[in-house]
């Protein structure tokens, strides 16, 4: 079983940076993708961005293409999600998942195992 913690989370004025951090525990982390998903208050989650078990392929949603990187190190166990030019309409609570598919997919049915989350929040 796979156990994620996220990290990184916080308060910070519209045009701004944060750095979303992903620990796994368990099995061999490059034997699952890993995505990265949000869900706003009174919406439903939605899917951010997606990278493959090497890292080699990645694929984001349309509303952050362009502002977001997402990125892993399968040695140290992480992932990460870079997220820059911060817009208020990005406030959720963000949540890493692994799934067993290694090309990552978007589809949040795919993903086994998630993290609890963390909250941004970002001020106009």
């Known amino acids: 079983q796979v156990r994620l913690v996220e990290s990184g989370g916080g308060l910070v004025q519209a045009g701004g940076s944060l750095r979303l951090s992903c620990v796994a525990s368990?099995?061999?982390?490059?034997?699952?993708?890993m995505g990265w998903f949000r869900q706003a208050p009174g919406k439903e989650r939605e899917f951010v961005a997606s990278i493959n078990w090497s890292g080699m392929s990645t694929k984001y949603a349309d509303s952050v293409k362009g502002r977001f990187t997402i990125s892993r190190e399968n040695a140290k166990l992480m992932g990460w999600l870079q997220m820059n030019s911060l817009k208020p309409e990005d406030t959720a609570v963000y949540y890493c998942a692994t799934t067993s598919n290694f090309h990552g997919p978007t589809g949040e049915g795919w993903y086994d195992y998630w993290g609890q989350g963390t909250q941004v929040t970002v001020s106009s």
């Open positions: 368990g099995p061999p982390f490059d034997n699952y993708a």
